[in-house]
C-alpha cells in the first residue's frame, strides 16, 4: 500500500526514528500508525538486547531546578559515543528527561514516569533502537533545600546540585559558585561530620604505616596523624577546601562573607 510523506513524517515526530525506519514500519503495520509504533518499540528492544554488555561511557549530564529554587536534580543520560552525545536531538532529549526528572523523587520513580505516550524506561529502550546505541540512565540524584544552585560544566560531562540554608540576594551566584566548586574538586564530604568512620580509620592506619616507615617513635603517632587528618579534611571536605576563586579563603569562609547562610548539602554526577 502507498504510504504518504505526511504519515511517515507524523511517525517521525511521534518516535524521532529515521524516515527510513519508519516507512519500513508504516509498510509492515498496513498504514497503522499504532502497529507501527509497536514495530519500532520492538526493534529497539531487540536493538538495546544486542548491546547490552556495551559500555555507556559518553552522554549528557544536566542539572536544573525548580521554578522556586527549593529542589533540583542532576541526571546523567548516557550514550556510547561523544558524536552521539553532542547532537542536538540527543541534547534535547535529555533536557526534556531532566525536566520531568524534576517531578520525581527516586531513580525508580523517574523510570516508571510517563514521557511521551510511554515510560521513560521505554523510551530510552525505544531511542536504542533510533540511535543505534545503548542509552541508559547513568546517574539520578535530588536535592532539596531553602535555596537550591546548579552548574553544568562545560561539555555537559559533570553537574552539580548546591543547597543553602536559607534565600539570599546573590544566593544563586554563591550556590552555583560552590556547584562549581564540587565538580571541579570532587569533596568526599559537606564537612568532617559526614565523613563515613571507616574512611577516617582507614587514612589513619595509612598515615601511621608512613610514619613508621620513616622511623618515628610509636609515642609520637597519634600526635602527628591528628595533624594529618585535619588535612585530609581540609583537602576532602566541601566548606574546608580552599575555595577555588580565591585559595586564601575556605569555601565556608567565602559562603558567610555573602550572607547569613550555609552550605546544606551537594550533588555530584559525572560521566565515567
Same mark, same amino acid.
Given at each position: 500500500m502507498k504510504i504518504t510523506a505526511s504519515e511517515v513524517n507524523k511517525l517521525r515526530q511521534a518516535t524521532g526514528a529515521g524516515m527510513m525506519d519508519c516507512k519500513k514500519a508504516l509498510v509492515e503495520a498496513e498504514g497503522d500508525f499504532d502497529k507501527a509504533v509497536e514495530n519500532l518499540r520492538k526493534k529497539g528492544q531487540k536493538v538495546?538486547?544486542?548491546?547490552?554488555?556495551?559500555?555507556?561511557?559518553?552522554?549528557?549530564?544536566?542539572?536544573?531546578?525548580? *521554578?522556586?529554587?527549593?529542589?533540583?536534580? /542532576?541526571?546523567?543520560?548516557?550514550? %556510547?559515543?561523544?558524536? $552521539?552525545?553532542?547532537?542536538d536531538s540527543y541534547l534535547k532529549l535529555a533536557n526534556d528527561l531532566v525536566d520531568l526528572a524534576l517531578e520525581c523523587e527516586s531513580l525508580?520513580?523517574?523510570?516508571? *514516569?510517563?514521557?511521551?505516550?510511554?515510560? /521513560?524506561?521505554?523510551?530510552?529502550? %525505544?531511542?536504542?533502537? $533510533?540511535?543505534?546505541?545503548k542509552i541508559e540512565i547513568g546517574g539520578f540524584k535530588t536535592l532539596k533545600a531553602p535555596f537550591v544552585g546548579s552548574y553544568i560544566h562545560a561539555g555537559n560531562k559533570i553537574a552539580s546540585l548546591v543547597g543553602l540554608s536559607d534565600t539570599i540576594d546573590n544566593g544563586a551566584e554563591v550556590a552555583k559558585n560552590v556547584a562549581m566548586q564540587v565538580a571541579a574538586m570532587n569533596p568526599i564530604a559537606l564537612n568532617e561530620d559526614h565523613v563515613d568512620a571507616s574512611v577516617v580509620e582507614k587514612e589513619i592506619e595509612i598515615a601511621k604505616d608512613q610514619l613508621r616507615q620513616e622511623g618515628k617513635p610509636e609515642a609520637m603517632l597519634d600526635n602527628i596523624v591528628k595533624g594529618k587528618i585535619k588535612r585530609f579534611y581540609k583537602d576532602n571536605t566541601l566548606v574546608n577546601q580552599d575555595y577555588i576563586k580565591d585559595s586564601k579563603v575556605s569555601v565556608a569562609a567565602y559562603v558567610k562573607s555573602a550572607g547569613e547562610v550555609t552550605v546544606t548539602g551537594y550533588q555530584r554526577v559525572a560521566l565515567v
Amino acid at each position: 500500500m502507498k504510504i504518504t510523506a505526511s504519515e511517515v513524517n507524523k511517525l517521525r515526530q511521534a518516535t524521532g526514528a529515521g524516515m527510513m525506519d519508519c516507512k519500513k514500519a508504516l509498510v509492515e503495520a498496513e498504514g497503522d500508525f499504532d502497529k507501527a509504533v509497536e514495530n519500532l518499540r520492538k526493534k529497539g528492544q531487540k536493538v538495546a538486547a544486542n548491546r547490552a554488555d556495551r559500555e555507556s561511557s559518553e552522554g549528557a549530564v544536566l542539572a536544573k531546578v525548580n *521554578a522556586d529554587h527549593t529542589a533540583g536534580v /542532576v541526571v546523567s543520560v548516557n550514550c %556510547e559515543t561523544d558524536f $552521539v552525545a553532542k547532537n542536538d536531538s540527543y541534547l534535547k532529549l535529555a533536557n526534556d528527561l531532566v525536566d520531568l526528572a524534576l517531578e520525581c523523587e527516586s531513580l525508580d520513580d523517574f523510570l516508571a *514516569a510517563s514521557f511521551e505516550g510511554m515510560t /521513560v524506561a521505554e523510551k530510552l529502550t %525505544e531511542q536504542t533502537g $533510533v540511535i543505534g546505541e545503548k542509552i541508559e540512565i547513568g546517574g539520578f540524584k535530588t536535592l532539596k533545600a531553602p535555596f537550591v544552585g546548579s552548574y553544568i560544566h562545560a561539555g555537559n560531562k559533570i553537574a552539580s546540585l548546591v543547597g543553602l540554608s536559607d534565600t539570599i540576594d546573590n544566593g544563586a551566584e554563591v550556590a552555583k559558585n560552590v556547584a562549581m566548586q564540587v565538580a571541579a574538586m570532587n569533596p568526599i564530604a559537606l564537612n568532617e561530620d559526614h565523613v563515613d568512620a571507616s574512611v577516617v580509620e582507614k587514612e589513619i592506619e595509612i598515615a601511621k604505616d608512613q610514619l613508621r616507615q620513616e622511623g618515628k617513635p610509636e609515642a609520637m603517632l597519634d600526635n602527628i596523624v591528628k595533624g594529618k587528618i585535619k588535612r585530609f579534611y581540609k583537602d576532602n571536605t566541601l566548606v574546608n577546601q580552599d575555595y577555588i576563586k580565591d585559595s586564601k579563603v575556605s569555601v565556608a569562609a567565602y559562603v558567610k562573607s555573602a550572607g547569613e547562610v550555609t552550605v546544606t548539602g551537594y550533588q555530584r554526577v559525572a560521566l565515567v
